[in-house]
């Protein structure tokens, strides 16, 4: 995480028992990284907007009975958090959970089994089985961009890749289709991958995707490692202006 | 339940593995457990799977070892037997913990559909549906624990040796002693894992 200039973090924060300083306007995620405690998080990416789709990242709100998600929730003063407990455990173990249940998850096969953040979540959580019923969704996969290519039935409907190229890229490729148990990435108009022109073929969807349902086309099983870190280093070199001539403008 | 427990069978403890709808990938790697076999031998009797030559599930078995997800009617058969005669049932690998890949085909709906296509469609010559040693197939291939219940789940595709004998191990030790299912939640260079 970037170091932040500025004035001094003042907002005092509780987090497990702990008063911490928080920066005015920073999420609870933001500090919690910042001090080193560590919230599961599935759909949030540093260096895009926070979309609060996955709910892996609630926590315990002294004086709510909701759990809400530390990636959108500002921090304010004297804020009571807690973000480790039996509950949460068993409801971030949940949501891991329906994630396997919806699609077809089969990390025995999958290109990125060794790189996954939904495998990774699963053993954070001690998820030694499926509790509910496998959907077992019959999801088309799209093999025809040249380069890349998409498992939907990998898919857990971050919305990195819609958010990466739209925000970073500006391409603006991807885009949610239907709702609930139907809801699916659809490229361009709802078109082929391979046939939306608009598709500059960066590959910045494919790095940030969290499972396998994204990848470079040619790997086999366990093959494919993501860089999702990719996002956080062009935001930051962005805003040092790193390809900026300096020479030309002294 | 004598000729293959010569030893003191009152105190040996009683291990069977058995192999459902699955690629044998899990006994491939329960017998990667090479020279700990010994010390399983040394626990343990093996009284029954694709490892020994015994044709009947037998009784009074204390852990068995259950491969593969339940995809036919011989499955379904076994996995009830294991369950009757076992104190304790290992769902074993990843195939009997989520369904895996022999569960597949359940997004392709009637099974039928399928074995027309590999039995009668496919071959070149004499195409016919199976009628008999073939079991048939169950309209799902389940998970082992829609089936059965289980005590204790190992995931992995397949599960390391090195995982299957911490599971083991720690167990068969447990149930020596007296006590029921140890605490299985471990953390470390073996942590529980899908695939």
């Given at each position: 995480m970037r170091p932040r200039t500025g004035p001094r973090p003042n907002v005092p924060v509780t987090i497990d028992g702990v008063e911490h300083q928080a920066y005015e306007g920073e999420t609870l995620l933001e500090l919690a990284r910042r001090v080193g405690v560590r919230i599961p998080t599935l759909c949030h990416l540093e260096g895009l907007s926070v979309y609060g789709g996955c709910r892996l990242c609630v926590v315990e709100v002294a004086g709510d009975r909701r759990l809400s998600p530390a990636c959108a929730l500002e921090v304010t003063a004297e804020l009571e958090v807690t973000t480790q407990s039996w509950d949460l455990h068993e409801h971030r173990r949940r949501i891991v959970e329906l994630l396997f249940a919806e699609g077809d998850h089969v990390c025995a096969f999958c290109v990125s089994s060794g790189s996954c953040e939904l495998q990774d979540l699963a053993t954070e959580h001690d998820v030694?089985?499926?509790?509910y019923d496998f959907a077992h969704p019959d999801q088309a996969v799209d093999a025809s961009h040249p380069k890349y290519s998409l498992d939907r039935n990998r898919c857990v409907l971050c919305t990195r890749c819609v958010r990466v190229c739209d925000e970073?890229?500006?391409?603006?490729?991807w885009d949610m289709a239907m709702r609930g148990s139907q809801g699916r990435i659809v490229a361009g108009m709802d078109q082929p991958w391979g046939e939306v022109a608009d598709c500059t073929w960066c590959g910045k969807c494919v790095l940030v995707c969290p499972t396998g349902a994204l990848s470079f086309k040619?790997?086999?099983?366990?093959e494919m490692v993501h860089d999702p870190d990719v996002v956080a280093f062009l935001a930051a070199a962005r805003e040092d202006g790193e390809w900026l001539d300096r020479k030309a403008d002294a | 339940m004598s000729a293959e427990t010569?030893?003191?069978?009152?105190?040996r403890l009683r291990v069977a593995t058995a192999w459902l709808g699955g690629c044998s990938g899990c006994h491939m790697s329960f017998l990667d457990l090479d020279e700990k076999l010994l010390d399983l031998a040394a626990m343990a009797d093996l009284v029954y799977g694709p490892l020994t030559d015994t044709k009947e599930f037998p009784p009074n078995v204390d852990v068995t070892l259950v491969e593969g997800a339940v995809t036919n009617e011989d499955n379904l058969e076994l996995a009830r037997a294991v369950r009757s005669n076992s104190r304790y049932v290992v769902s074993f690998g990843d195939c009997a913990v989520s369904g895996n890949i022999t569960s597949l085909r359940n997004s392709m709906g009637d099974p039928t559909e399928l074995v027309r296509r590999v039995y009668v469609d496919h071959p070149d010559i004499n195409g016919h549906f199976p009628s008999e040693v073939v079991p048939a197939l169950l309209p799902h291939s389940e998970p082992l624990h829609e089936v059965i219940p289980i005590d204790v789940y190992l995931p992995g595709c397949p599960p390391s040796a090195e995982r299957i004998w911490t599971l083991l191990s720690r167990l068969l030790e447990s149930l020596a002693a007296g006590e029921g299912i140890p605490d299985l939640t471990w953390r470390g260079p073996e942590d529980l894992r899908f695939g």
């Open positions: 030694d089985h499926i509790h970073v890229e500006g391409a603006h490729v040619g790997r086999a099983t366990s | 010569a030893v003191d069978e009152t105190t």
